[in-house]
């Protein structure tokens, strides 16, 4: 006899059917093998599901024990197959009904004394089970986070004890409530910021289109106290994005009790970060940093100290919206449609010539440090500004009179405006084809689009990025036409890399190839 129960494999953010198959028979001596690319964890459980059953008193003596893990060409990892494995061999033996467990899918590890301990995962598990008519047994203290699944029959035991004397009749499990919902958090505002209009405005129009945006300016400008307000701005996640955030967070074990927040998430890891960290993946493929900002920021400070090539592994998500992670089995995918922001010190010794003071290293100093970002990776932020020193008479100005929640209001009536137009999606998401419906400039923006795109030897993909954050300005605007003083905002959130430029006139001019009338730059008044 062969007795079934499901569980699941998680395959980037979501959960696959496994189906567990336990066959045990007589044998000369106790046999207990586990089939189905199962990984070293998972082959583990068999022992960890022997000592759990010698506390309840249940022995194999003599027993040849299979267990099958199907479909037998999909990786199994994680210790979360000790429970099937166990109630499918209970199921076996007889010591729970062998009908009761085959519409449940079951995850969860096993202690030595039979209590179950918490795993990853189990939202995706509860959607699986659902999706599929079956009901789900977890651990207890992943029960509030499983119940967000909907009304599926579910069943969070402590122990292994509680689960066989319920299937028994003795005694009943009841359905956990889903964790508590929490609000979006207030505890910093827009007028702590003294200064830096310019700035403000232009993290305004990042929050109002999902724009990315770079923020270059001497240290204390204020560069990351500007970035820790942006989630402030933004608007709640709706229910479709707080299952599909949730669903990354509970992957990753960041679920406390089954906790949800409407916020988004804001996620600044520190510049020593590997590309593992950054994008996913490892041995035990985990959501990184990127996933885990999915519908929400992701902050890079100092950002030419990130090694160059976890900055490039940023940009197919930055445009397609999520990480592909090649393994030797699978492809796995994460969603990662997170919005950048990022800052920089405008050269290695922080003020690269701001404000008079000379750069110790001279122009080169800023051409080095701005050369470890790729131009690529350069051309994929919409906006980018100087953030200048902020100077004592600013710090002795009064408090802003508009704070937070007033900038967040214009935000949040942009952002529908975009919503009901683009079919549910910002600018900065909105498709290309579509873009060119709704960011038509008038016959003088258009004038001065390719004006400046000629002038300022635009790529094509920089060209469509000021269309972008010139429809989002006409938004904020409350325009449905994109006009002149639009598409001149959004051309000036593009800083020309002046001291990259000034640095190669530099190196030319040292090696006797510098030829002002040659240079492209000299031409361009964005870099004088």
């Known amino acids: 006899m062969v007795a079934r129960i499901q569980t699941v494999a998680f395959e980037g953010a979501e959960a696959r059917r496994v189906d567990v198959q336990v066959q045990v028979s007589s044998a000369s001596r106790p046999i207990f093998n586990i089939v189905g690319l199962a990984d070293k964890a998972v082959a583990e459980s068999r022992e960890r599901v022997r000592a759990a059953f010698a506390s309840l008193g249940l022995f194999l003596p003599g027993k040849r024990v299979i267990i099958n893990l199907a479909p037998a060409d999909l990786p199994k990892e994680g210790a979360h197959y000790d429970l099937p494995i166990a109630l499918g061999l209970m199921a076996a033996i007889g010591a729970i009904p062998s009908d009761a467990i085959e519409d449940f899918v079951a995850i969860g590890e ?11 995962g189990a939202l995706p598990a509860a959607v699986m089970a659902n999706s599929h008519d079956f009901g789900l047994i977890c651990p207890e203290p992943n029960g509030a986070e499983a119940a967000w699944a909907g009304d599926l029959p579910l069943l969070a035991p402590q122990t292994l004890v509680q689960i066989m ?3 028994k009749g003795t005694q009943v499990l009841s359905r956990p409530e889903p964790g508590q919902m929490l609000d979006p958090e ?31 300016g001497p240290p204390g400008s204020g560069k990351s106290m500007l970035a820790a307000r942006l989630p402030g701005l933004l608007p709640p996640l709706s229910a479709n994005e707080l299952l599909d955030v949730s669903m990354v967070h509970s992957v990753a074990g960041l679920l406390n009790r089954g906790q949800l927040s409407r916020a988004r998430p804001y996620r600044a890891p520190h510049h020593s970060a ?27 400070d100092e950002l030419p100290e990130f090694t160059p090539t976890v900055l490039d592994s940023l940009r197919q998500p930055l445009e397609t919206g999520e990480i592909s992670v090649a393994r030797v089995n699978a492809h796995v995918r994460y969603p990662a449609r997170f919005q950048l922001i990022a800052a920089m010190n ?16 001279g122009l080169r100093c800023a051409a080095d440090y701005q050369a470890r970002i790729s131009g690529p990776f350069m ?22 009179k508009e704070g937070t929640a007033e900038v967040a209001d214009r935000v949040a009536r942009a952002r529908r405006i975009q919503i009901d137009r683009n079919d549910g999606v910002t600018n900065a998401e909105l498709p290309q084809i579509r873009l060119e419906h709704v960011a038509q400039p008038d016959a003088e923006g258009r004038k001065l ?28 605007a409350g325009s449905e036409q994109i006009h002149r003083l639009h598409i001149a905002e959004s051309l000036s959130h593009r800083r020309a890399r002046k001291g990259l430029i000034d640095g190669q006139k530099a190196n030319r001019a040292n090696s006797g190839q510098y030829s002002t009338s040659s240079s492209r730059a000299s031409k361009n008044p964005y870099y004088s």
């Open 346 to 361: 405008p050269c290695r010794c922080g003020t690269g010539g701001a404000d008079g003071v000379a750069c110790r290293r």
């Open 186 to 216: 207030t505890g910093v505002d827009l007028r702590d910021v003294r200064g830096q209009e310019t700035a403000k405005r232009a993290l305004e129009v990042a929050a109002a289109g999902g724009h990315n945006l770079l923020m270059v």
């Open 165 to 167: 004397n319920h299937f």
């Open 449 to 476: 689009l390719i004006q400046a795109a000629e002038t300022l030897g635009l790529t094509a993909r920089g060209y469509h990025r000021v269309l972008r954050v010139a429809r989002t300005l006409a938004d904020l």
């Open 274 to 300: 590997s590309m593992a960290a950054m994008v996913g993946g490892g041995n035990k493929a985990k959501p990184g940093e990127a996933s885990l900002a999915h519908r929400g920021v992701l902050f890079l």
């Open 110 to 120: 096993l202690a030595l004394d039979g209590t179950i301990a918490p795993v990853p």
């Open 379 to 400: 051309d994929r932020m919409d906006i980018q500004i100087d953030v200048p020193a902020v100077t004592p008479a600013d710090l002795a100005l009064p408090p802003s």
